[in-house]
């Protein structure tokens, strides 16, 4: 299924645990161009967990190693990128993905989040939280209009990875 990318990289946004790093390596897959994804990238050039970095330097010294891999990133093309659930958070990280890219947001329901996040260590926002329901609901409420600045809006809850790869593809080639 392999197409012209019209604008440079196509971007995947979203909660934790919506799947952006696994639907997002399948997609570029599938279009055969490469995949980014900035927390892999953050964590190779750290030689350190998220969540070490986050113990040990703190968020606001992530989110500025954060940034700086976006920036990157965005000045590269043809490649599907996968960001933090954070990414949002920084205006400039939206202005800098969208200059150079088709922005799809990925969905799902609080519960399929939180399945899909429950037993991972390596996310410091939420894994230290007593009711991790209410945590997830609390997050996406206040991310809510961050989350609101996209091109696309999938909803993944009832897709396998391999569908939502194929929805993401469609809808780039749709509306990208
Ligand atoms: C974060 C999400 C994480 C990671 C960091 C901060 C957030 O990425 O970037 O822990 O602020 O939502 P995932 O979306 O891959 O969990």
Known sequence: MRMDFKLKNLVLIGFSGTGK???????????????????????LSENMSISRIFAEFGEKYFRQLEKDVVRECSEKKDMVIATGGGVVLDPQNMANL?????????????????????????RPLLSDSENLMDRVNEMLKIRADYYKDNHYEIDVSDMTVEQAADEIIKSYNMMG
């Open 21 to 43: 790093s696994t639907i997002g390596e399948i997609t570029a897959k599938k279009l055969g161009v490469q995949f980014a994804d900035t927390d892999k990238l953050i964590e």
């Open 98 to 122: 969208k200059s150079n890219g088709f922005i799809i947001l990925l969905k799902a329901k609080p519960e399929i989040i939180c399945r899909n996040i429950y037993e991972d260590k390596n």
